[in-house]
């Protein structure tokens, strides 16, 4: 047995690492024991999109089961059919590759926190945990994601810098709720005094919307009504495929936190809603997409934009496009956020680490490079004309390609 493993080492592609144990059948067919059991299989690239991929709500597991449904359409074709189980088991395989036992452990333990909270909060409006686009969304809105058009998009929709998308979103009354529920709960953590896990590293006030009872409502507005935009305007940055989120609400005011340093969110695409209330301040600024390397790379003045938030009022943007808030000079303003992710956005990135296009920097570079290499070949070109005698044909065709003068 010591040889077989010794073998079935080294001849293990070095990538992907298959999982040294825990394939948990205890027993190896005898085909299979010299490789490992899913060795052979890997993820497609592509997704396989007439495939109708089965639902994994009840999976116990420490993903979201959205994972799964997403993932199973990169299933390779031979196991597109296999049980339920079966499937899920290999994806569980490959997704526990990912991340870390530390991880998975904050996981767990969050896990847990959410369950306290679900098994004692009382909600106020009950009817903010379903989704009533009516009541949530002004028609103008509403229409343009029904009719489902880039100039439906477009008519409801200002775009003040290149990939900032402003549009009215929220009836009154449901950012009034919505203000309301975020308030009783807060209340109730006091009462309980219960420890509160904040939005995110840079906001000390403000409540995780999904861990009181609201993601599967948020959930459903960004497949239903933020996917059908992010598809047309964001698809190279994963919009097309955004299947988890993160929803919060944050607080700005004189008790509260006061501004929001310059910053990248951790998301494919952010919507950002102001709710209210009243306040003076509290303007976003905007200063260009940047992919990790250029994260903090020189602003253009034309990637410059300073936006003031109006309640009710939505911006949609790349999560890479580096923004910050000034400060709340007076009053409270509290805004919802939706970070949408795309786990195959995430993956697919890994292994393209040269150039984004959807970089800001990345693309100046690419042009200055092809600037540099036109200029050198047209250097090339004019001592060429001088020291030697080129064929008329070629001539001809290096002129019309550098723009030199036609003979
Ligand atoms: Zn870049």
């Known amino acids: 047995m010591s040889t077989d493993g010794a073998v079935e080492r080294r001849e293990e592609p070095p990538h992907p690492t298959p999982p040294r144990n825990g394939n948990g059948n205890g027993v ?10 899913y060795g052979d299989r890997r993820l497609r690239l592509n997704p396989n999109k007439e495939h109708k991929p089965e639902r994994y709500d009840d999976l116990q597991s ?5 994972i799964f449904s997403s ?8 196991m597109l059919e296999v049980p339920r189980e079966a499937k899920a088991q290999f994806m569980k395989e490959i997704l526990a590759r990912y991340l870390p036992e530390g991880e998975r452990t904050r996981v767990q333990r969050h896990k847990e926190y959410r369950q306290k909270i679900l098994s004692t909060y009382q909600p106020l409006h009950k009817e903010l945990y379903n989704i009533h686009p009516s009541s949530f969304f002004i028609p103008s809105f509403i229409n343009a994601i029904s009719n489902n058009t880039v100039e439906s998009f477009r008519n409801i929709m200002s775009e003040p810098s290149p990939g900032v998308y402003t549009f009215a979103m929220l009836q009154p009354r449901f950012c009034e709720m919505l203000l309301d529920e975020v308030e009783n709960f807060e209340k109730w953590v006091n009462a ?11 906001n000390k006030y403000g409540a995780v919307l999904d861990d009181f009872g609201l993601e599967a409502m948020l959930n459903k507005l960004m497949e239903e009504f933020i996917c059908p935009i ?15 989120h993160h929803g919060f609400v944050v607080e700005y005011g004189k008790d509260k936190d006061v501004e929001l340093g310059f910053h990248v969110d951790d998301s494919e695409v952010t919507l950002n809603v102001c709710l209210g209330k009243q306040f003076s301040g509290g303007e976003l ?3 260009g997409v940047r992919c990790d390397k250029h994260v903090n790379s020189e602003t253009q003045p034309e990637e410059i934009l300073e936006y003031s938030h109006v309640p009710g009022q939505a911006v949609l943007h790349r999560g890479r496009h580096r923004h910050g808030a000034r400060a709340t000079t007076s009053g409270h303003r509290i805004n919802l956020l939706l970070w949408c992710r795309s786990s195959v956005f995430r993956e697919m990135k890994k292994y393209q680490k040269d150039f984004s296009t959807w970089c800001g920097e990345c693309q100046r570079e690419k042009k200055e490079r092809q600037r540099q290499s036109v200029t050198a070949t047209k250097l090339v070109f004019m001592q060429k004309t001088i020291y030697t005698e080129i064929p008329y044909q070629e001539h001809a065709e290096m002129s019309r390609l550098f723009g030199g003068t036609r003979h």
């Open 230 to 244: 992010s598809k047309v305007f964001f698809s190279e940055v994963g919009g097309s495929t955004l299947d988890s």
């Open 285 to 287: 600024y905007f200063r």
């Open 28 to 37: 190896a067919a005898p085909a299979a024991a010299a490789r490992p059991m």
């Open 192 to 202: 309980v005094k219960f420890k509160i896990m904040r939005p995110n590293t840079m």
């Open 62 to 66: 420490e993903f979201d089961p959205v």
């Open 71 to 78: 993932l199973e359409r990169h299933l390779p074709p031979s």
